[in-house]
């Protein structure tokens, strides 16, 4: 069974920090590109941050870059965001998904559309 597991989200005032965590299990880590995608409540839904897991190639969306940082734990199958210097506009439901099409990050980044998602963990950002 596929699973994507996030944990991580929570509540932290703006300036702060959270790592947010995505356990894979159930494919073939290495085959994918994982990354985290966003949804605040009446907008879209926006890719962040990719990484490829084979070779660790990372892509970043411009409203994160420079604030969060992706990476990936080939011996626990889990892939974490860093996000710093939070700000409230960072408010959303925050899913981990994995995608074998998507062969590199930035491809990912341009598809709303993946394999595997995971159920989700809420990010919010108080001013």
């Known amino acids: 069974e596929v699973q994507l597991v996030e944990s991580g989200g929570g509540l932290v005032q703006a300036g702060g920090s959270l790592r947010l965590s995505c356990a894979a299990s159930?494919?073939?880590?290495?085959?994918?590109?994982i990354g985290w995608v966003r949804q605040a409540p009446g907008l879209v839904r926006e890719g962040i941050s990719s990484?490829?897991?084979?070779?660790?190639?990372?892509d970043y969306a411009d409203s994160v870059k420079g604030r969060f940082t992706i990476s990936r734990d080939n011996a626990t199958n889990t892939v974490y965001l860093q996000m710093n210097s939070l700000k409230p506009d960072d408010t959303a439901e925050y899913f981990c998904a994995a995608d074998s099409s998507a062969k590199r990050p930035d491809l990912f980044l341009q598809r709303l559309l993946h394999r595997y998602w995971g159920q989700g963990t809420q990010v919010t950002v108080s001013s």
């Open positions: 159930g494919f073939t880590f290495d085959d994918y590109v």
């Open positions: 990484i490829s897991v084979r070779d660790g190639i990372t």
